[in-house]
């Protein structure tokens, strides 16, 4: 007999053996026992967690053998349980909606569902990643799915719920499946270690659940592939090192480096990252999860056992790197380690890329606080706490909004970043000096709204930002623009160096005159609107060109 992968050999045969889908599970046996048989289900959620194999014991509990009608305990000795079990029963279907998605393939079901089961009790149409199917081809199957022959069942499985119309969805009873847990992935690997006499230890399990990022199928495959390194004695070690996975305690290192700025050792830990040979995109990947970790634990440890879900002695190590730094700080590093990524898809390696974002990230300058706010030390009232938790909020959901608009253009020249010089208050492209020849602010005034939309069109971050300032006033040839005090963040985003150029520039072809820009807060608090600088039709078709919607 040829040797079967353990996810396969191991896939749940019934609604007892199936790992982490408790809510569903749960559902599927009430509607079963209750008799409450629909006509078709929709099993959406991420790949590998289990949708096909419970769509299969699904198909199963309505066609066994053993049972006068559905039942919730398939025997998995009938012919039907065994045939459905080894995929070759002629009463359930598996189809792939990705090979076969166009209206013909479509047809052809609709022309066979007409025709009664062989055998069983009902004939079970599985359709895997239904929404590869066309627009054409689901128009096709709407009036068979709102009114199926008696004998016919679907099951459709999705990872991507929202490619599905809304017409399908409306007629599906639907099933929404979640990422295990590495606690769950670890038992059921414990399980296979124990049928298959493989010794291992609890750190080799750990690694495996984390690296299958909740997926289980995942999880079973790489413990496969390592399997027989684990019969053999070969050490954890070398286990990552023959599948080219890094240690944490080279993650650990260079972030605890990172925080402290040694720009030094960051560089010499990418230069032997690089020569023992591992993958900077996994590295990256590695250092933005550690940080996010660093972020959970300054919220809080019982924050971060339950979020994150590690070790007490990885906690500690994450508590005692969060008290050298804030958050912003390490926001802004999962914010340029993203955009390393982004940019190295156009570099043949991610080095240089990674390099130049550690030096910036290194000079990184925190915001000086505003003059009468409270030090760290002094705790404001628990009002104070409310309104700046609430600031804090709208900030975020306007600068959420806005980075959605932006994504809408993800292809244009915003992919270098600009932040070599974030919140500097110093202008590299104007003196600021006096002239003889000055601004008003009528000039200014006049030129306002069509150089919002002229930057707009280069540029949708900065003008969505630079259109909730307001012209206060001028010196010279420099324009003072200013924002209410809870749109600080607006403020600093527009003071980056390469930034506050593009706006001096744009200011300056306008008005003919090489000007300066200076940007203040108010004591104003003014309410977010999310406003977009393009027109109302001009950004509907943008949104359709991408298929996409405004998040609010």
């Known amino acids: 007999m040829s040797y079967l992968v353990f996810a396969r050999k191991y896939r749940p045969q019934d609604f007892s053996e199936v790992v982490g889908q408790e809510g569903v599970v749960r559902r599927l046996i009430e509607s079963i026992n209750s008799k409450r048989i629909h006509q078709a289900y929709l099993f959406s959620g991420p790949r590998g967690v289990g949708k096909t194999s419970l769509a299969r014991i699904l198909a199963k509990a309505f066609n066994c053998q053993s049972f006068p009608e559905p039942t919730s305990k398939p025997c998995r000795k009938c012919t039907s349980c065994v045939e459905i079990q080894e995929g070759r029963s002629l009463d359930v279907i598996e189809i792939d909606g990705a090979s076969n998605r166009g209206i013909d393939e479509i047809r052809e079901l609709r022309e066979n569902v007409k025709f009664k089961p062989s055998y069983s009790r009902y004939k079970v149409y599985i359709i895997d990643e239904v929404h590869q199917i066309t627009d054409a081809a689901f128009n096709a199957l709407l009036k068979t799915l709102e009114e199926p022959p008696d004998h016919v069942k679907f099951i459709f499985a999705t990872t991507a719920p929202y490619k599905v119309p809304l017409t399908i969805l409306s007629r599906c009873q639907r099933f929404n499946f979640r990422l295990l847990s590495e606690e769950e992935i670890i038992r059921k690997l414990e399980f296979i270690a124990k049928k298959e006499n493989i010794p291992v230890d609890e750190d080799i399990l750990k690694y495996v659940a984390k690296a299958s990022s909740g997926s289980i199928r995942d999880a079973e495959s790489i413990f496969d592939q390592i399997a027989p390194l684990l019969t053999e004695g070969v050490k954890f070690e070398d286990i990552l090192d023959i599948l080219g996975q890094i240690p944490e305690a080279v993650i650990s290192s260079f972030v605890e480096n990172l925080l402290k700025k040694e720009l030094g050792n960051l560089l010499t830990s990418i230069n032997e990252v690089v020569e023992q040979g591992y993958e900077l995109g996994n590295f990256l990947d590695g250092i933005i999860e550690y940080i996010r970790n660093i972020i959970l634990a300054k919220l809080g440890k019982g924050v971060l056992s339950r979020i ?16 050298i730094t804030d958050i912003p700080f390490l926001i802004k590093i999962i914010e340029s380690l993203i ?4 940019i190295g898809r156009f570099f043949p390696s991610l080095r240089v890329p990674l390099e130049i974002e550690v030096i910036k990230l290194t000079h990184f300058q925190e915001t000086v606080p505003e003059k009468g706010k409270p030090s760290r030390i002094e705790k404001p009232s628990g009002i104070e706490q409310r309104e700046e938790l609430k600031t804090s909020l709208d900030t975020f959901k306007h600068k959420s909004a806005a980075l959605n608009l932006e994504g809408l253009s993800k292809f244009v020249k915003s992919l270098k970043r600009d932040t070599s010089s974030e919140g500097s208050r110093e202008d590299p492209s104007f003196s600021g000096g006096k002239s003889e020849e000055t601004i ?3 000039e200014v005034k006049a030129v306002w709204e069509e ?21 206060k006033a001028t010196e010279g040839r420099v324009i003072k ?17 390469e930034r506050k150029k593009i706006v001096e520039e744009a200011f300056s072809q306008k008005l003919n005159k090489k000007v300066g820009i200076e940007y203040l807060l108010t004591e104003e608090v003014r309410q977010f609107q999310n406003h977009s600088p393009y027109p109302k039709e001009d950004l509907g078709k943008i949104i359709k060109s991408f298929d996409g919607e405004i998040i609010t």
Do not use: C, W
């Open 308 to 323: 994150a879900g590690v070790s007490t002695e990885a906690q500690e190590r994450f508590l005692e790197l969060s008290k």
């Open 339 to 342: 955009e390393v990524k982004k």
């Open 440 to 442: 008003t602010e009528e």
């Open 451 to 471: 150089l919002i939309e002229d930057i707009a069109s280069t540029k949708m971050s900065i003008a969505t930002y630079l259109k909730e300032a307001e012209i």
């Open 481 to 497: 623009l200013s924002f209410p005090k809870n749109f600080k963040f607006h403020k600093e985003f527009l003071e980056g160096s």
